[in-house]
């Protein structure tokens, strides 16, 4: 007996608009400079509308033999059930991770940029 395939329960996606006001409370903490926060959350939700909105469907074969019992198939079932929880869990923790690495990384660009656009035009 052919095992089904198990895809992560469907979700309905990450809430774009809320991930976004979060950034921008996080980064009006950092700064008060509106270029700031507007460029680095529009940097911020592209990356993330590109990469880690994605959903994760983990597609595999498994050959189950014939002469397994009821009640081996549903242990098999619950088992193959609880890996791919945890496997979704550990794949958004990472997505998670990645995500404020890159605005740690937005934020340095950002400043950097800053820094050799006021050494090219300096104030008087």
Known sequence: MAAKVIPFPKTSGPDLNEIEKLIRLWLTEMSESRDFV??????????????????????????????????????????IETGVDNTAVQVQEMVNRIIVERLFLEVEIYESAQKRQSRHYPTV
């Open 38 to 79: 507007d460029t680095i959350a529009a940097r911020m939700m592209t990356f993330i509308d590109a990469y880690a909105s994605k959903t994760f469907e983990p597609i595999f074969n498994l050959a189950v033999p014939p002469h397994l019992s009821a009640e081996e198939r549903h242990s098999l079932l619950v088992s």
